[in-house]
């Protein structure tokens, strides 16, 4: 028997108050046909699958019974470690309208973080994605030390001696289990979400329904987007953006979910959907502009120059707007025109022609960047936030004003301000409850006032918007006491398109050594337009004299535009790309300095000797 859905008319007045099965009754009740959630099923050509409101709200139900039936409930934490996948969406819900807390856990953790998140959690079940999971997991259930007691296997034919995920749905559901539904409060933890550990062990920052809530009706206040817009949900669920952007917001405003379970195909899968919004870590950003300016490279020059143009058209109607005056009406013209000819085709070519909101956070985004995608009239809004502030502290908003290369202003859910030495401190309505203790407990690190101590270091301007300066702990003390900006440097250095990835190093050092990541897709570009040929692939080509000048170029280029200090004076150049496979980037794609550094431990010793 289907329970009824509770209406729109049980939401508290106050909508900082609703909870997320609140909010699921709600879509299914006044938007019940309207599609929810599309995946595709292994073939990348297969037609999508999907599911509409209202039957999101019954097959949750369902398989809540089911969880319930394993002994899940009020309370439990429950770990999930699949990708981006209908069972994984589907039972994030189906666990919180059960009162559970749902655990999401990055693919590529090393099993020592596995272990710690685990015992850290206390969860005695994990949802898992097929055999290579089941193989990293089944240790932890026979682990005297760690509770974990059974696995939930969603592919068929991998679960052997473990619970098969399609036994879950239960139908018919008993009766007497309604009552046990959609109960939670406000005040009740929605998701712990583990830090991704760029400096140490992870740590479980717990988010209330209340907390994410607030912040979702924060970010709704300074975007502008089409009713139930499309989402491409392709980043790990364990990030706190993506569980924002794919799973409480499109609750929250009953929009249309794509699941693209492979992150490589994500390009595929904005052509197909041609979305009207996109967010990218800035290592997103860098290697679609790195794609683009590699074709542009190749056009002829005829072509180019009509592009060329339609750039500068473009970003001068940008800056127009980033000084909030209207466009004289003679350029406003000019951009439209050039805009529906030339940049629209191009864009149209990727699938970004319908994009409107365009966004970006985690870390510094290079201005470089953000001005080449001006260029296509595109306005990157970077944000800044923290798992600890529920994603979006700070943002760019096209609704209430944006700078190019600043983080945006407070949202509304968030004050800001910056300690003696720039480090920036943030409280409100959407800053965490504390961290989870292995008993249970939640520990706060809010100061007396309600602050939080974030780690960045920044600025904030007369305006009010926050520029980034970079992490707390990753500042460089030279051995003369002068303080460096390693992203700084960094993003000057991948100005250059045959530099993709950077590190700077010389803590405690008399001067700064990099270490640059040859970024092989640009390279072949380049090299095709200079008439360079090298045999041997990109290590072949890395090696080639003028490749290497060309380098050299690119990094006194960047040292003619900072101080003293902050120039680089001797590099190494890798042509093997930093990936959280191979654990240099966390599964955010930042980068883990620590792991670099040891990797590289000879490199940079070398970089040093005379």
């Not at 700078?403 to 800001?416: C, F, M, T, Y």
């Amino acid at each position: 028997m289907t329970s009824a859905p509770r209406t729109a008319g049980d939401l508290p007045d106050d909508p900082a108050d609703r909870t997320l099965p609140r909010l699921l009754a709600r879509n299914a009740h006044e938007y019940p046909r309207l599609p929810g959630l599309s995946w595709q099923s292994g073939d990348p050509d297969a037609d999508w699958t999907t599911l509409g409101w209202a039957e999101i709200h019954e097959h949750t139900r369902r398989l809540a019974a089911g969880y319930r039936a394993l002994g899940v409930g009020r309370g439990d934490h429950v770990l999930l470690m699949m990708v981006n996948r209908p069972e994984h969406w589907l039972s994030d819900l189906a666990l919180v309208r059960l009162g559970a807390i749902p655990v999401s856990v990055y693919g590529t953790a090393a099993p020592e973080q596995i272990t710690h998140i685990a015992r850290n959690c206390r969860a005695r079940l994990a949802v898992v994605g097929g055999a290579d999971q089941v193989a990293v997991w089944e240790p932890l259930v026979a682990d005297a030390d760690t509770p974990l007691e059974r696995l939930v296997v969603a592919d068929a034919g991998a679960e052997g001696a473990h619970v098969p995920y399609g036994s879950l749905l239960r139908e018919p559901v008993p009766e007497r289990f309604a009552k046990e539904l959609d109960t939670a409060r406000p005040e009740d933890p929605l998701t712990v979400v583990y830090t991704s550990g760029t400096t140490g062990e992870p740590k479980g920052v717990v988010l209330t329904h209340r907390v994410v809530l607030s912040n979702a009706l924060a970010l709704d206040a300074v975007v502008e987007l089409p009713p139930h817009v499309e989402h491409i949900c392709y980043l790990p669920l364990a990030h706190i953006a993506e569980r924002m952007l794919g799973i409480y917001l499109p609750c929250h405003r009953a929009s249309h979910v794509y699941l693209c379970a492979d992150p490589t195909r994500v390009g595929e899968v904005v052509r197909k959907v041609r979305p009207a919004q996109f967010f990218g870590v800035p290592r997103i950003w860098e290697k679609l502009s790195a794609a683009v300016r590699a074709v542009l490279s190749l056009m002829p020059a005829d072509q180019r120059a009509v592009i060329d143009q339609a750039f500068e058209v473009a970003r001068e109607h940008v800056g127009y707007r980033e000084r909030g005056e209207t466009p004289p009406a003679e350029l406003e013209e000019r951009y439209v025109r050039v805009r529906r000819d030339v940049l629209v085709p191009m864009l149209a070519a990727g699938g970004l022609d319908r994009v409107t909101w365009a966004a970006s956070a985690s870390a510094p985004m290079p201005v470089d960047v953000v001005r080449f995608w001006a260029g296509f009239g595109i306005v990157i809004m970077d944000a800044w936030g923290l798992t600890e502030t529920a994603g979006v502290a700070t943002g760019n908003s096209p609704k209430t004003g944006f700078r190019l290369g600043s983080v945006g202003r407070p949202v509304e859910s968030a004050e800001i301000r910056t300690a003696g030495d720039g480090e920036i401190l943030v409280r409100g309505a959407s800053v965490f409850s504390g961290y989870l203790q292995p008993d249970g407990s939640v520990r706060s690190v809010l100061d007396a006032d309600g602050w939080l101590a974030t780690g960045d270091i920044g600025r904030i301007d007369e305006d009010g918007y926050l520029w980034l300066t970079d992490r707390k702990k990753e500042m460089i003390i030279t051995s003369t006491g002068k303080n460096v900006s390693p992203a700084l440097v960094e993003n000057a250095l991948k100005e250059h398109p045959l530099i993709g990835q950077a590190m700077v190093h010389g803590d405690n050092r008399s001067y700064l050594v990099a270490l640059l990541v040859f970024d092989a897709e640009a390279a072949s570009a380049w090299a095709a337009a200079h008439g360079v040929e090298a045999e041997g692939g990109p290590a072949g080509l890395a090696r080639h004299p003028a490749v290497r000048a060309e380098v050299d170029r690119a990094v006194a280029a960047a040292n003619a535009r900072l101080n003293r200090t902050e120039q680089v004076k001797r590099y190494e150049l890798l042509t093997e790309e930093w990936g959280p496979a191979t654990g240099e980037l966390t599964p955010s794609l930042k980068m883990r300095r620590r792991v670099i550094r040891d990797k590289y431990a000879d490199a940079l010793s070398g970089l040093y000797e005379d």
